[in-house]
Nanobody, 121 residues
Framework: HLVESGGGLVQAGESLRLSCVDSGRFFSTSAMGWFRQAPGKERYFVAGIDWTGGSTVYEYSVKGRFTIDKDNTNNTVYLQMNNLKPEDTAVYYC????????????????WGQGTQVTVSS
């Protein structure tokens, strides 16, 4: 019940904003996260946010460039990606029903279908 959108092809240095709409009943009380998977690689954590939207955590390489945000009114979590680099190229997945403690995001069982982000040099 997670549907991502907003991916695309951009040049290095440009920005994209990913959205993930959750049609479930418990979005407002759920921590959410974003992960990404490049071709031939495993899926890795990118960013996480607690259920209130007040606390966030990021993978080191995206810190300062990416921002995760949660809109409990519209059941949507966003990933604003600025100053994109070719190494950010991947399929980006939204994760739902996670938990957030000790400043870490622990993924839940719900995944979106993914949205492709391609950054050219």
């Amino acid at each position: 019940h997670l549907v991502e959108s907003g991916g695309g092809l951009v040049q290095a240095g440009e920005s994209l904003r990913l959205s993930c709409v959750d049609s479930g009943r418990f979005f407002s009380t759920s921590a959410m996260g974003w992960f990404r998977q490049a071709p031939g690689k495993e899926r890795y954590f990118v960013a996480g946010i607690d259920w209130t939207g007040g606390s966030t955590v990021y993978e080191y390489s995206v810190k300062g460039r990416f921002t995760i945000d949660k809109d409990n009114t519209n059941n949507t979590v966003y990933l604003q990606m600025n100053n994109l680099k070719p190494e950010d190229t991947a399929v980006y997945y939204c994760n739902g029903a996670g938990t957030y403690y000790n400043n870490n995001y622990h993924p839940g069982n719900y995944w979106g279908q993914g949205t492709q982000v391609t950054v050219s040099s």
